[in-house]
């Protein structure tokens, strides 16, 4: 099978639907003649993705000089992907994120949640302003459609009144280097960011609005001060819309200590500081699928997570769950977590075997399987 997989999503730092696409592209390619685009060109070479700092000063630049930059810049890539398939001819083309490209073939497209409908609050305008234009359309091109959860298939289902059978949910998976780790294993990449082995309260995601990052940091400011000294919250993820009155909010606690803010970081280094968390706590109010409370139960980090969308499909009874918008549900958890070293003990546990549910390999197997269903049905 000769398989065209659109590639840009690599092009930026890798949050969830990056790491989708990368793992996706190299389960591929041991099995598929995998072509990936790149937004100007095509490629089969060796997986890549772009320097964080490059591409984000090259984002900045185009939304400034150039009015509608989402627009101009997918009407250019339109025309290089086209070009590029002229010559390729692939099979199958699928489309990891979202919004696909006209293509002569067979579609199939990943659809990971639809937050821009259910909380347009927390996008920006430009960003919903594509997705309005190029979504339905891509809907409709596509053979079949995959989301990462059942919660999506279903709100897909009832939104777009498209037929059950035309989508087949699919989840995602965890790397085989998310896994308990010793303090000596990690002891460089805390010392680095001066933290303490299993000593702080781990929170991961984009600084935007729908992961309720203010949930994390309201429940933190009410625990006690002798709590936060000993446990202070760590937040990692790059730095995403609407943050200016969350930095406010946090300044004076980084000043103190209470609050370490790391921005992005590598991977490596993502790995090492989850496993060595004492909990992850993930409020968001809406995700497709879910990735950092996989991740971090395949550390063996307790996770305490919201109770909505497609979470507990991942975390099970294996987390504790709670309501995203009461903040008092969260501080009583973190504290129970503290507390009770039983809890904690019997979260890791049970998290550890959550987690042996979901794997790439498996996430691959599923998606060729798809590709060989629509293939024989055209």
Excluded at 73 to 93: C, E, P, V
Excluded at 252 to 273: A, C, F, M
Excluded at 304 to 328: F, K, M
């Amino acid at each position: 099978m000769r398989i065209a997989l659109n590639g840009t999503a690599l092009l930026s730092p890798l949050t969830g639907v990056g790491r989708y696409t990368q793992q996706l592209a190299e389960g591929l390619k041991q099995h598929v003649d995998l072509s990936i685009f790149y937004g100007n060109h095509w490629s089969n070479d060796k997986i890549r993705t772009a320097p964080v700092k490059n591409i984000a000063t090259y984002k900045k630049i185009a939304g400034l000089l150039i009015p509608k930059a989402r627009i101009v810049s997918r009407i250019a890539q339109q025309y290089k992907f086209t070009k590029g398939q002229n010559t390729i001819k692939s099979d199958l083309y699928h489309e990891p994120n979202f919004l696909s490209y006209k293509f002569k073939g067979p579609t199939v497209l990943t659809v990971h949640d639809l937050s821009w409908i259910r909380y347009p609050g927390t996008h920006p305008k430009d960003r919903i302003a594509m997705m309005d234009r190029y979504f339905l359309p891509s809907l409709e091109r596509a053979q079949k459609i995959i989301t990462d959860s059942e919660f999506i298939k279903t709100e897909i289902i009832s939104t777009f009144n498209i037929p059950p059978e035309k989508i087949q949910s699919i989840g995602l998976g965890v790397e085989n280097d998310f896994k308990p780790k010793l303090n000596t294993e990690t002891l460089g990449t805390l010392k680095k960011h001066d933290l303490g082995f299993k000593n702080y309260i781990l929170a991961l995601g984009t600084l935007e609005p729908r992961k309720n990052l203010q949930l994390a940091l309201e429940s933190f400011l009410s625990l006690p001060q002798a709590i936060r000294k000993q446990y202070p919250l760590v937040l990692v993820g790059m730095l995403g819309w609407k943050t200016s009155n969350f930095e406010k909010l946090i300044e004076p606690l980084l000043k103190t200590g209470e609050v370490r803010q790391l921005g992005y970081v590598s991977r490596q280094e993502l790995i090492d500081i989850t496993a060595s968390a004492k909990m992850l706590i993930y409020p968001s109010i809406y995700e497709g699928f879910g990735l950092p409370p996989l991740e971090a139960m395949a550390c063996g980090t307790p996770v305490i997570a919201s109770n909505v969308s497609s979470i507990p499909e991942v975390v099970g009874d294996a987390g504790l769950l709670i309501d995203p918008h009461d903040s008092t549900q969260l501080k009583e958890a973190i504290l129970a977590m503290i507390n009770d070293d039983d809890l904690s003990t019997r979260l890791s546990k049970a998290g550890l075997a959550q987690s042996k549910n979901f794997s790439w390999e498996q996430c691959t197997h599923n998606t060729i399987a798809i590709y060989k269903d629509v293939l024989n049905t055209i």
